[in-house]
């Protein structure tokens, strides 16, 4: 057999002394490293990929995965990933697919921008004993509000209010789909999302009745390739989203792997089992903002006039596109930057299109401002958020709330392989395989999503007290408790960030 | 019969009024001077109701329908049937672009020409089928990205021109496009096969064209005494060798 020329990216090693064969590696490697060899555990190194199931479920720490020290000759300009790929392409003729966001070293403007704090001429607020509110509303907000005095001489508005959706923090879980997660991770995420009081999405792969329970909790989506849509789903939901593009995979369409179609999702999705799903890159009915108007009112008519939330990857005119967006009816603009997560994108284009989460969101709330329609939609910000500095940040920065992704998935067991497109994770998580989907106990792992979240509001909780307010409202845009360290005076511009020291 | 005069509505009064009169048990409407309102049917839930439409009706019509039937005396604009689940949309004259998109299920007859990008992505699972027949001639990209579901054109006034345009069924992976007439492979997408209908495949057409010709009143057996061209997907999976995983 040819052995390829691309070698492996690890060494799964066993040290055979330690090793009491219980073969519980075996059971646990979802991409069939290991087999048994009579009378020790063989060890098929090239398929791993460094997902560290095997390492936690071995009992005697008899397992190391390592970075494979056999690399290409050292070459700051083709780098090892360069050479891999190009004897990869040339050995199958294809595009080297990936999962998760981009790990290319970009600069990471959150870990350029810092956070004001109080100090003697304004007191900050201890969280613990005084209310801090995250409370967070999304939805359109009236340009003007009237108010009267009612009879029983209480003050009450007259305007009509737009619908909202409240979150009881600024969070909510990003898009994945059933066929790209398994129904045991939506669960994970619908159970988290209803006891923290906020929201998940149900990605376009349409709603399993499993989760109709959560339906006060959910977000549904409608994408172009409208898998599982019906009247029933439109209404099923708070909101509903129309995804245009994702941050991994700006401008092109989604391709499920058949591997990931057995029946229940084919029958969700409403294909054969075992093809790929596809969703075509544009929506087939959207070719101009007027056109987007269209769908977000054939759902508003379909729906009662639920809100509805427009999701975009951010690319370099997203500030205009936002404007067209909110003109064009949207409650909710989602912005998914560039390092954004995916089930499966082409590596190329992961790694080489769109703008950064942090450019998008101060360039899209200028914009919406001097325009004056702010208050038309809310922004949501997704695409990278790893800790509760990061949401901090990006609200200052103008968003209204974030979406998390990965992070959700990683108090999930995921270790950001990024080999969700096969199919094969060993968590459970982005697979089909009934064997491994069963190892997502979704009592057991919502809690800890439950944690992460209630972690994360008490840092936010912390970060506002020091910062001497009393709510998130007061962190929304304002860029005034923001310093930027090491940026170029441009970029700073485009931040609306001065200079730390200023 | 419950009658709405159309003329010179705002859409989401129209809309609102239909929805308040079938709700409050109206099986039988009729919209006059309908002209160009958009979303009528849309998203509403009921079997055995009828909705005539006399003028031409906006886009959208009976997006995200599920249930209802629906005739339109004239022509149609874009984007009948978007995401429809059931029901029926009887057009008696041409209609526009993006027909019956990810269309899940129902039935669209269509007596004219239809536009671009006609049944894309539609679906099917089981004994859920959407159907497009339309006895025109249609534009590029008929069938489109097709995961399931019929699609029948008949071209019955062609007059010698090409039936469908370009690019058909490209992408497709489910479902079967039957075109009257012969078909240009050159014209067709790389993803479909090209094949003669066989017994229980004009059965097929036979049982969907019955129907569709009791609704124009059109002679079936001269419909279905040209020969059809059966489109179907060469593959499961159309991209399946594209990635290096
Ligand atoms: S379980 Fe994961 S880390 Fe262990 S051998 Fe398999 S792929 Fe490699
Ligand atoms: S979800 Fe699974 S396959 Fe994807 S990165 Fe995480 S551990 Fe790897």
Redesign the interface.
């Given at each position: 057999m040819f052995k390829s020329l691309a070698p492996p990216e690890y060494l799964a090693t066993i040290d055979t002394d330690k090793c009491i064969r219980c073969k519980r590696c075996i059971q646990n490697c979802g991409w069939s490293v290991y087999s048994w060899g009579g009378d020790r555990v063989l060890i098929d190194t090239a398929k791993c990929v460094k997902c560290l199931r095997c390492y936690h479920y071995c009992p005697v720490e008899a397992i190391q995965i390592l970075d494979n020290p056999v690399r290409f000759r050292q070459n700051a300009y083709w780098s090892y990933h360069h050479i891999r790929n190009i004897k990869?392409?040339a050995?199958?003729?294809?595009?080297?697919?990936t999962g998760m966001g981009s790990d290319q070293p970009y600069p990471v403007l959150f870990d350029h921008l810092l956070l004001d704090a109080c100090q003697v001429t304004n007191p900050s607020i201890d969280p613990l004993r005084e209310p801090m509110e995250l409370r967070t509303y999304l939805g359109k907000k009236p340009s003007r509000v009237e108010i009267e005095r009612g009879d029983d001489g209480k003050i009450r508005t007259t305007t009509e209010m737009p619908p909202q959706i409240k979150l009881e923090a600024p969070f909510m879980f990003s898009p994945m789909s059933f066929g790209s997660i398994s129904l045991n991770a939506q669960k994970v995420l619908a159970m988290a999302a209803k006891e923290c009081g906020i929201v998940m999405n149900t990605g376009e792969g349409g709603l399993h009745e499993d989760l109709l329970p959560y339906r006060d909790h959910i977000i549904v989506q409608?994408a172009?390739?409208?898998?599982g849509?019906?009247?029933?789903y439109?209404?099923a939901g708070v909101a509903v989203e129309i995804k245009i593009g994702q941050g991994a995979k700006p401008g092109i369409g989604g391709?499920l792997?058949?591997e990931k179609i057995p029946l229940e999702v084919?029958?969700a999705?409403?294909?054969?089992v075992?093809?790929?799903a596809?969703s075509?890159a544009p929506q087939?009915?959207i070719y101009s903002i007027e056109d987007l108007r269209?769908?977000i009112?054939?759902?508003k008519?379909?729906?009662n006039y639920k809100p509805v939330s427009v999701k975009i990857a951010t690319v370099h005119n997203v500030a205009a596109i936002a404007s067209g967006i909110v003109r064009a009816g949207a409650d909710m603009v989602y912005l998914d930057g560039f390092r954004g997560g995916t089930g499966a994108a082409?590596t190329i284009i992961r790694d080489h299109l769109g703008i950064p989460i942090e450019h998008a969101v101060a360039a899209v709330d200028d914009r919406l401002r001097q325009e004056g329609i702010r208050n038309e939609a809310s922004i949501i910000a997704a695409g990278g958020i790893r800790s509760s500095a990061d949401v901090a940040k990006i609200i200052a920065l103008g968003a209204d709330a974030v979406a998390i992704g990965t992070a959700a998935l990683i108090t999930m067991g995921c270790t950001v392989c990024g080999k969700c497109?096969?199919g094969n994770c060993s968590w459970g998580i982005t697979t089909q395989r009934p064997e491994l989907t069963v190892r997502l106990d979704p009592e057991v792992y919502a809690e800890r999503l439950i944690n992460l979240i209630h972690a994360w509001s008490h840092e936010l909780k912390e970060i506002l007290g020091a910062l001497g307010l009393n709510a998130i409202e007061s962190l929304r845009g304002n860029r005034e408790r923001l310093r930027g360290v090491g940026l170029d005076t441009q970029t700073l511009d485009i931040l609306g960030v001065k200079p730390a020291g200023r | 019969m419950y009658t709405i005069d159309a003329k010179g509505m705002y859409y989401?009064d129209l809309?609102r009024l239909v929805r308040e009169a079938i709700s409050k048990g109206e099986k039988d409407l009729l919209l006059k001077n309908v002209n160009g309102q958009?979303?009528i049917g849309?998203?509403?839930?009921a079997k055995d109701v009828r909705i005539t439409i006399e003028g031409v009706p906006g886009?959208?019509l009976a997006?995200?329908?599920?249930g209802p039937t629906i005739i339109v005396k004239g022509n149609a604009q874009?984007?009948i049937g978007?995401?429809m689940?059931s029901g029926k949309i009887v057009v008696e004259g041409h209609a526009g672009d993006?027909l019956g998109?990810?269309m899940?299920g129902g039935k669209l007859h269509i007596l004219g020409d239809v536009g671009y990008?006609v049944g894309?992505?539609m679906?099917?699972?089981r004994r859920?089928v959407p159907v497009i027949i339309a006895g025109g001639r249609a534009g590029d990209?008929l069938g489109?990205?097709m995961?399931?579901g019929v699609l029948i054109l008949l071209g019955l006034d062609a007059n010698g021109k090409p039936i469908a345009g370009d690019y058909i069924g490209t992408?497709m992976?489910?479902g079967v496009i039957f075109i009257r007439g012969d078909v240009d492979v050159r014209r067709c997408g790389a993803e479909v096969g090209v094949m003669e209908p066989d017994e229980n495949d004009r059965k097929l057409l036979k049982t969907y064209l019955e129907e569709y010709c009791k609704d124009f009143g059109l002679n079936l057996d001269e419909v279905m005494a040209k020969e059809f061209k059966k489109l179907v997907p060469v593959s499961?999976?159309?991209?399946?060798?594209?990635?290096?995983?």
């Amino acid at each position: 057999m040819f052995k390829s020329l691309a070698p492996p990216e690890y060494l799964a090693t066993i040290d055979t002394d330690k090793c009491i064969r219980c073969k519980r590696c075996i059971q646990n490697c979802g991409w069939s490293v290991y087999s048994w060899g009579g009378d020790r555990v063989l060890i098929d190194t090239a398929k791993c990929v460094k997902c560290l199931r095997c390492y936690h479920y071995c009992p005697v720490e008899a397992i190391q995965i390592l970075d494979n020290p056999v690399r290409f000759r050292q070459n700051a300009y083709w780098s090892y990933h360069h050479i891999r790929n190009i004897k990869r392409q040339a050995e199958t003729g294809g595009i080297p697919l990936t999962g998760m966001g981009s790990d290319q070293p970009y600069p990471v403007l959150f870990d350029h921008l810092l956070l004001d704090a109080c100090q003697v001429t304004n007191p900050s607020i201890d969280p613990l004993r005084e209310p801090m509110e995250l409370r967070t509303y999304l939805g359109k907000k009236p340009s003007r509000v009237e108010i009267e005095r009612g009879d029983d001489g209480k003050i009450r508005t007259t305007t009509e209010m737009p619908p909202q959706i409240k979150l009881e923090a600024p969070f909510m879980f990003s898009p994945m789909s059933f066929g790209s997660i398994s129904l045991n991770a939506q669960k994970v995420l619908a159970m988290a999302a209803k006891e923290c009081g906020i929201v998940m999405n149900t990605g376009e792969g349409g709603l399993h009745e499993d989760l109709l329970p959560y339906r006060d909790h959910i977000i549904v989506q409608v994408a172009s390739g409208r898998f599982g849509v019906n009247p029933d789903y439109l209404n099923a939901g708070v909101a509903v989203e129309i995804k245009i593009g994702q941050g991994a995979k700006p401008g092109i369409g989604g391709h499920l792997p058949g591997e990931k179609i057995p029946l229940e999702v084919a029958k969700a999705r409403m294909i054969p089992v075992g093809t790929d799903a596809l969703s075509p890159a544009p929506q087939h009915d959207i070719y101009s903002i007027e056109d987007l108007r269209q769908l977000i009112y054939a759902i508003k008519e379909a729906t009662n006039y639920k809100p509805v939330s427009v999701k975009i990857a951010t690319v370099h005119n997203v500030a205009a596109i936002a404007s067209g967006i909110v003109r064009a009816g949207a409650d909710m603009v989602y912005l998914d930057g560039f390092r954004g997560g995916t089930g499966a994108a082409p590596t190329i284009i992961r790694d080489h299109l769109g703008i950064p989460i942090e450019h998008a969101v101060a360039a899209v709330d200028d914009r919406l401002r001097q325009e004056g329609i702010r208050n038309e939609a809310s922004i949501i910000a997704a695409g990278g958020i790893r800790s509760s500095a990061d949401v901090a940040k990006i609200i200052a920065l103008g968003a209204d709330a974030v979406a998390i992704g990965t992070a959700a998935l990683i108090t999930m067991g995921c270790t950001v392989c990024g080999k969700c497109y096969t199919g094969n994770c060993s968590w459970g998580i982005t697979t089909q395989r009934p064997e491994l989907t069963v190892r997502l106990d979704p009592e057991v792992y919502a809690e800890r999503l439950i944690n992460l979240i209630h972690a994360w509001s008490h840092e936010l909780k912390e970060i506002l007290g020091a910062l001497g307010l009393n709510a998130i409202e007061s962190l929304r845009g304002n860029r005034e408790r923001l310093r930027g360290v090491g940026l170029d005076t441009q970029t700073l511009d485009i931040l609306g960030v001065k200079p730390a020291g200023r | 019969m419950y009658t709405i005069d159309a003329k010179g509505m705002y859409y989401r009064d129209l809309n609102r009024l239909v929805r308040e009169a079938i709700s409050k048990g109206e099986k039988d409407l009729l919209l006059k001077n309908v002209n160009g309102q958009y979303y009528i049917g849309d998203g509403i839930r009921a079997k055995d109701v009828r909705i005539t439409i006399e003028g031409v009706p906006g886009n959208d019509l009976a997006a995200f329908m599920d249930g209802p039937t629906i005739i339109v005396k004239g022509n149609a604009q874009d984007n009948i049937g978007n995401t429809m689940n059931s029901g029926k949309i009887v057009v008696e004259g041409h209609a526009g672009d993006v027909l019956g998109y990810g269309m899940r299920g129902g039935k669209l007859h269509i007596l004219g020409d239809v536009g671009y990008r006609v049944g894309i992505h539609m679906k099917g699972y089981r004994r859920q089928v959407p159907v497009i027949i339309a006895g025109g001639r249609a534009g590029d990209f008929l069938g489109e990205y097709m995961a399931g579901g019929v699609l029948i054109l008949l071209g019955l006034d062609a007059n010698g021109k090409p039936i469908a345009g370009d690019y058909i069924g490209t992408g497709m992976h489910g479902g079967v496009i039957f075109i009257r007439g012969d078909v240009d492979v050159r014209r067709c997408g790389a993803e479909v096969g090209v094949m003669e209908p066989d017994e229980n495949d004009r059965k097929l057409l036979k049982t969907y064209l019955e129907e569709y010709c009791k609704d124009f009143g059109l002679n079936l057996d001269e419909v279905m005494a040209k020969e059809f061209k059966k489109l179907v997907p060469v593959s499961l999976r159309p991209y399946g060798n594209l990635y290096a995983y």
